[in-house]
């Protein structure tokens, strides 16, 4: 006897719930209508071929784009992973269109994209890190400044650097950071608190005729590191000149110089670089540090603006220890968010 059909009716005559992807299939079969036999599928969206030709160009020699004309190569590689967002818009014209040229095109920039940054997109954070650091761009002109340092010592960070902060504020700081930290040391416009001792603290001259970066001598319970503290020049967009990055270029050059020359092995570097790990003008500083984002981070870890990030410009990273774990605290009265990561410190250093 022939198997009878399993179908569930219900009171009104009609089946019962959809077996799951019968939807799917249902929706594909639509999209894909009309596609058999037809022989302009590899003729139509040769246009749409082309942008997605010329997207993964982009990501792919990102780095080749030059800075010449209005910092263009800079600028592209600070926003680089939301280029990935016309992936999906290229793939949605073509299905409209109904062309197999333009989604097989589609699938180049997706694999740069995924490349680039397919690693950022799982979750790498580890439990372990002796030591949990935290950098804070408080804002000249935040409206509450001990609020703002009380939520960032309630983070429980050991080590904490704040940039832009203002010389009327800095009374205010050490006040709300008091009761947490017991060694401090202040720079121009940086500042740098810590529950151990703090040695050979001075400022750090990075060709700006004023102080934005200090460094100072930790000596934490498994020995003595070096971090650093920076606040690098704004970037400027200026009708005449485009995308504008010469002084915070020239300030990381002097900066990628200092730590270069730094004696103890194992140094923080904390701070805002008005900058992404992926832009070559940062490349003094980069190439010799590890991003604890990009080792032991969940996520792009986007800090800026804080109202809606767009861009990792607050940046964390160590040389002669193993990030552990990397992440954005909750927004403050800043225009940045605090960023903050745990590290292992390898007592063999």
């Known amino acids: 006897m022939a198997q009878q059909a399993y179908m569930t009716e219900t009171d009104n005559g009609g089946s019962g719930p959809e077996r799951p992807g019968s939807r799917l299939r249902r929706l594909v079969h639509r999209l894909l209508a009309g596609w058999r036999g037809d022989p302009r599928i590899w003729r139509r969206g040769i246009v749409l071929a082309l942008l997605a030709l010329l997207l993964a160009l982009v990501m792919l020699l990102h780095s080749r784009i030059p800075n010449q004309v209005g910092n263009l190569g800079s600028l592209t590689e600070t926003f680089l992973p939301w280029l990935g967002l016309a992936i999906p818009v290229l793939l949605l014209l073509g299905l409209l269109r ?6 097989i095109a589609v699938l180049l920039p997706a694999v740069v994209w995924l490349n680039l940054f397919g690693g950022l ?11 949990m650091v935290a950098s804070h761009n408080v804002n000249a002109e935040n409206p509450d400044p001990a609020a703002t340092a009380r939520e960032v010592a309630a983070s429980g960070a050991d080590v904490v650097a704040l940039e832009e902060v203002p010389g009327t504020a800095v009374s205010t700081y ?3 950071l008091a009761p947490t930290y017991g060694y401090h040391g202040v720079e121009g416009t940086v500042g740098l608190w810590s529950k151990y001792p703090m040695s050979d603290v001075r400022a750090v001259d990075i060709k700006l005729g004023w102080k934005r970066a200090m460094r100072a001598t930790v000596t934490t319970p498994k020995g003595p590191i070096a971090v650093y503290v920076a606040h690098m020049p704004s970037v400027r967009v200026k009708v005449e000149a485009g995308f504008t990055a010469r002084q915070r270029d020239k300030s990381a050059d002097a900066l990628g110089e200092a730590i270069a020359g730094e004696p103890l092995k194992r140094v923080v570097l904390l701070g805002d670089l008005n900058g992404t790990m992926n832009d070559r003008s940062l490349n003094a500083v980069t190439s010799q540090m590890r991003s604890t984002q990009g080792a032991a981070g969940s996520g792009f870890g986007f800090s800026w603006p804080a109202s809606f990030p767009m861009a990792r410009i607050d940046q964390i990273m160590v040389r002669g220890m193993d990030p552990e774990s990397s992440w954005t605290l909750p927004r403050t009265g800043s225009d940045h968010l605090p960023v903050a990561a745990r590290v292992k410190l390898d007592t063999s250093a």
């Open 98 to 103: 109904r062309s197999a040229t333009a989604l």
């Open 174 to 176: 050490e006040k709300a």
């Open 121 to 131: 997109l799982t979750d790498k954070t580890g439990s372990g890190g002796d030591l």
